[in-house]
């Protein structure tokens, strides 16, 4: 039995567990983070943060390096719609550097990073054992397929009807704007995020496997445009995004991040909702109430999680997908409002 009884375990070093480190160590309470992998995180992800993200990221104290974003744009054939963000500006950060900046904050608030997995689960009225380290409370941030939610019993296994998945690169190319391009083909959409002066990331959605050089000949333009760019970084893939929970607390085990359960990247706002959340998980702890979590995650994930459902539900649907564009731009008002809700 170990002898020094934390009050917080995190398990995992991304963006969520960092943030609720964070959180944690501000709120006065002894957390530690677990990460077996070494050195700085990466995964595929559109990179693309929110003004909402951005505003959660600097209450954090953190910074990261990247290009202004100051809309949305839709294109589809020779349609196109804008939707600038009224409310504050977004950021391009590549991955690396949105870790860099989080592990960099957490180094400085004396959060302990261990490299190691937190693994052989037990928990009791009073505390939690896993990776040999005993604490209050375990915060299991260990991603989309999070083996924490399934050691407590919180994963469903119901089916996904059309499964999606993510690919991921960046190119040595200057931005042509300063919005997130998604361009919408049959089955498929494509993002294209500036992260600096002059490299773009390019983030491909699909319930099509294939390759990124094969995902992106359903975007001849935007093929087109890369064909003599230079990749600067390798292909990175995530998916089946879809992952189903049957809740956020177990106990004294909470879900954070991804592992909380997923819908799709399709607008966005992934990280902007697992900051949000984290801040109320931090909130629940230090006032000892972790009962409170699974409410107040539902209270503040529930308007993307019902922006993103009414999306994918159209998008999942041929004769309803090819209206999405041309409806953003016969409507801009509408677009934008929409835009504003996700922008948050």
Not at 38 to 62: I, N, Q, S
Not at 94 to 106: E, M
Not at 315 to 344: E, G, M, S
């Amino acid at each position: 039995m170990p002898e020094r009884t934390h009050d917080v375990v995190v398990a995992g070093g991304g963006p969520a567990g960092l943030a609720v480190a964070l959180g944690c160590a501000r709120a006065g309470l002894d957390v530690v983070v677990c990460e077996k992998r070494p050195g700085v995180l990466d995964k595929a992800c559109g990179e693309g943060l929110m003004p909402g993200a951005v505003r959660a990221l600097e209450t954090l104290g953190v910074d990261p390096p990247g290009h202004p974003i100051g809309g949305i744009t839709y294109r589809q054939g020779d349609t196109v719609a804008y939707a600038p963000f009224r409310n504050g500006t977004g950021r391009g950060v590549r991955r690396t550097q949105l870790h860099d900046a989080l592990r960099a904050a957490v180094d400085r608030a004396g959060v302990p990073v261990l490299p190691c997995p937190v693994t052989g689960l037990t928990q009791d009225e009073d505390h939690v054992l896993a990776g040999g380290l005993r604490a209050r409370y375990l915060v299991a941030a260990d991603g989309l397929h999070s083996s924490i939610r399934d050691l407590v019993g919180l994963t469903t296994a119901r089916a996904t009807p059309a499964p999606r998945w993510g690919l991921r690169r960046h190119f040595a190319l200057a931005p042509a704007s300063a919005s997130v391009e998604v361009t919408w083909a049959s089955r498929s959409e494509a993002y294209v995020t500036p992260v600096s002066a002059d490299t773009i990331g390019v983030a491909i959605l699909s319930s099509v496997r294939g390759g990124f050089a094969e995902q992106l000949t359903a975007f001849p333009d935007l093929a087109a445009r890369l064909a003599g760019a230079r990749p600067v970084s390798p292909v990175r893939g995530a998916g089946p995004l879809r992952q189903r929970t049957a809740g956020r607390v177990a106990g004294r085990v909470l879900l954070v991040g991804d592992a909380a359960g997923y819908i799709d990247a399709l607008t966005g706002e992934g990280l902007a909702v697992s900051l949000s959340t984290a801040a109320e998980l931090v909130r629940c702890l230090r006032a000892g109430r972790p009962g409170d979590y699974e409410r107040a995650w539902a209270r503040t994930s529930r308007r993307s999680r019902w922006l993103t459902e009414s999306l994918l539900w159209a998008r999942n649907r041929a004769a309803l997908a090819r209206l999405i564009v041309p409806a953003a731009a016969r409507a801009p008002r509408l677009f934008t409002a929409v835009v504003d809700q996700l922008a948050r």
